[in-house]
T-cell receptor
Framework: GEKVEQHESTLSVREGDSAVINCTYTDTASSYFPWYKQEAGKGLHFVIDIRSNVDRKQSQRLIVLLDKKAKRFSLHITATQPEDSAIYFCAASGASNYQLIWGSGTKLIIKP | EAAVTQSPRNKVAVTGGKVTLSCNQTNNHNNMYWYRQDTGHGLRLIHYSYGAGSTEKGDIPDGYKASRPSQENFSLILELATPSQTSVYFC????????????FGPGTRLTVL
C-alpha cells in the first residue's frame, strides 16, 4: 500500500532561521498533501495544504513545495518563532478512497 | 470554531474487557475518523464514517468496531481489549474525503493492562 515517509524525526533550528521538513510518498495518484501541527498533549490542527495542480503554496511564514516527479513535498517555515515548536505531520491522499496516509512526524525545536 | 470533543481523556482497562471511546463534533461535518497514534507510526486510520449510520474500515480495523448513531457522535469500541491496543486515540471530523481539512479532538490515552 501507499507509504508516506517523513525524513527528519527531529529538527532543531535557531529562532529566526528557516526550518525545512521533507516528506516523500509512493503513490503517483496522490493529489492532496496537507500538513498538521501537534503541540504537546494536544490534538493535531491543520496548518497548510497543497494540491497536485500547483507546485508551490504560501501562507504567511509557511511555504509548501511539491515535486511530483520526485514524489516529494516539503514544508518551509521562515523566520521561526518559539511558538513554532511542535510536532509536524505530513500526509498524502490515498489513491483508492482518498483517505489520508500519514508520515511519522517531525519534532521541531526552536532554540533561542 | 470547529469543535471535536472526546471522552474519556484517559482510560485504564484490563485485558479482555470492553472499552468504548466516544467522540462528539459540533461542526455538522459528514465525515468522522478514528485514528491511533503510536511513536514511529504517525497516525493510522482505524475506522471512518460518511454520515449517520455508516461505518467503514480503515487501514487497521482488526479488533475494533465503530458506531455512528448520529451526525454528531462516533464511537470506537474495543470488545476484547488487548495490551497491543494501548495507544493514544484521536477522533476527527471533516467535510470531504481525504482532501479536506480535518478537525481533531484532544485525544484519549488508553492503557490496557
Amino acid at each position: 500500500g501507499e507509504k508516506v515517509e517523513q525524513h527528519e524525526s527531529t529538527l532543531s533550528v535557531r529562532e529566526g532561521d528557516s526550518a525545512v521538513i521533507n516528506c516523500t510518498y509512493t503513490d503517483t495518484a496522490s493529489s492532496y498533501f496537507p500538513w498538521y501541527k501537534q503541540e504537546a498533549g494536544k490534538g493535531l490542527h491543520f496548518v497548510i495544504d497543497i494540491r497536485s495542480n500547483v507546485d508551490r503554496k504560501q501562507s504567511q511564514r509557511l511555504i509548501v513545495l511539491l515535486d511530483k516527479k520526485a514524489k516529494r513535498f516539503s514544508l518551509h517555515i521562515t523566520a521561526t518563532q518559539p511558538e513554532d515548536s511542535a510536532i509536524y505531520f505530513c500526509a498524502a491522499s490515498g489513491a483508492s478512497n482518498y483517505q489520508l496516509i500519514w508520515g511519522s512526524g517531525t519534532k521541531l525545536i526552536i532554540k533561542p | 470554531e470547529a469543535a471535536v470533543t472526546q471522552s474519556p481523556r484517559n482510560k485504564v482497562a484490563v485485558t479482555g474487557g470492553k472499552v468504548t471511546l466516544s467522540c462528539n463534533q459540533t461542526n455538522n461535518h459528514n465525515n468522522m475518523y478514528w485514528y491511533r497514534q503510536d511513536t514511529g507510526h504517525g497516525l493510522r486510520l482505524i475506522h471512518y464514517s460518511y454520515g449517520a449510520g455508516s461505518t467503514e474500515k480503515g487501514d487497521i480495523p482488526d479488533g475494533y468496531k465503530a458506531s455512528r448513531p448520529s451526525q454528531e457522535n462516533f464511537s470506537l469500541i474495543l470488545e476484547l481489549a488487548t495490551p497491543s491496543q494501548t495507544s493514544v486515540y484521536f477522533c476527527a471530523s471533516g467535510d470531504g474525503l481525504g482532501g479536506d481539512e480535518q478537525y481533531f479532538g484532544p485525544g484519549t490515552r488508553l492503557t490496557v493492562l
